[in-house]
Nanobody
Framework: QVQLVEYGGGLVQPGGSLNLSCSASGFTFRNYAMRWYRKPPGKERDLVANISPTGESRSYMDSVKGRFTISRDNSKNALYLQMHSLKPEDTAMYYC?????????WGPGTQVTVSS
């Protein structure tokens, strides 16, 4: 079955950096687009970034453009999110996501807290 597990969250000061990773299994990773979502406290879950199966196409929500980078390593079935210049408003639970083949799958999430 499809499994997604996120790693790398934590507490960081404003302006700091964190690198998230997601380990995927149960499907042919290289054939599917992958996404990072986040859910801030008390708010809806939002799409943060999307990457095509080959990694050639990437897109981001406006508030993270220029600060976050999504990438993938198809040889390792791994998805990444590099986050720089973090702001308090980036505080959220971050989730890895795939649509396979028509169903939505999410990992359990990893908490990112940006605070001084």
């Amino acid at each position: 079955q499809v499994q997604l597990v996120e790693y790398g969250g934590g507490l960081v000061q404003p302006g700091g950096s964190l690198n998230l990773s997601c380990s995927a299994s149960g499907f042919t990773f290289r054939n599917y687009a992958m996404r990072w979502y986040r859910k801030p406290p008390g708010k809806e879950r939002d799409l943060v970034a999307n990457i095509s199966p080959t990694g050639e196409s990437r897109s981001y929500m406006d508030s993270v453009k220029g600060r976050f980078t999504i990438s993938r390593d198809n040889s390792k079935n791994a998805l990444y999110l590099q986050m720089h210049s973090l702001k308090p408003e980036d505080t959220a639970m971050y989730y890895c996501h795939v649509v396979y083949p028509r169903a939505n799958y999410w990992g359990p999430g990893t908490q990112v807290t940006v605070s001084s």
